[in-house]
């Protein structure tokens, strides 16, 4: 599903992101990603969603060479992948319905569709209730929920997730990470990264792990 064939990222001022990166995630896996602060991991996913091309070396998701995709085709790949960040980054002038529905509504679907999506996706994350709520009005665990009710919202293939459980304490970082296993076993496949080791250590999923923009481990599932 996801592949990196000996990919390198340089910036322009000299900075080597990533160096001769190789590995592999199968269709419905889920994987971690993890390495210091400055190793790689955003720079990874960015390439994932075309927000970043490789220097060399080939990246290919869903089959798809992302080295061919050109400008105008980034809207349709991106929409195969939903995005999880740290921080939310959610819209607080506007209600949690509203949040949800913001990647509905620039593709274009119809109110109904909208509604139904919307309320299915807040139900899988229990958030079903609040969404007429403000989400400076939430807590910090469900504005990370609406945030993954959003990035799911669209049904995409693939899940990545940016230190998703970076601001949360031990006990919401672990109901995260179930909300995550519980996509992922419907056939989502994902890859989040997060340095929280004591965390994603406990659970049985492959650990890819970076170093300085290397790879030091593609690991397996404990």
Not at 8 to 25: N, P, Q, T, V
Not at 107 to 130: F, N, P, T
Not at 134 to 159: C, D, F, H, Y
């Amino acid at each position: 599903m996801i592949t990196f064939e000996r990919v390198s990222k340089r910036y322009e001022e000299g900075h080597d992101a990533l160096k001769e990166l190789s590995f592999h995630i199968e269709q419905d896996e889920l994987v971690f990603l993890t390495g210091h602060s400055g190793a790689g991991k955003s720079t990874l996913l960015r390439m994932i969603t075309l927000q970043e091309r490789a220097t060399r070396g080939t990246v290919e998701v869903a089959g798809r060479n992302l080295a061919k995709v050109g400008s105008r085709r980034i809207p349709a790949h991106r929409r195969d992948i939903g995005v999880v960040f740290q921080n939310h980054q959610l819209l607080f002038d506007r209600p949690v319905f509203d949040n949800v529905a913001l990647p509905l509504i620039i593709s274009g679907y119809d109110h109904r569709e909208i509604g139904r999506r919307v309320r299915a996706a807040l139900d899988k994350v229990g958030l079903l209730d609040k969404e007429r709520a403000m989400p400076i009005t939430l807590s910090g665990g469900e504005q990370q929920r609406v945030g993954i009710a959003r990035a799911v919202v669209n049904k995409p293939r693939i899940l990545l997730a940016d230190e998703p459980t970076g601001n949360l304490d031990p006990a919401l970082s672990a109901e995260i990470m179930q909300l995550f296993e519980a996509f992922n076993s419907v056939g989502v496949t994902m890859l989040i990264a997060s340095h929280d080791l004591a965390l994603i250590s406990r659970l049985r999923h492959r650990i890819i792990t970076l170093s300085q923009g290397r790879l030091v481990s593609a690991g397996s599932g404990l």
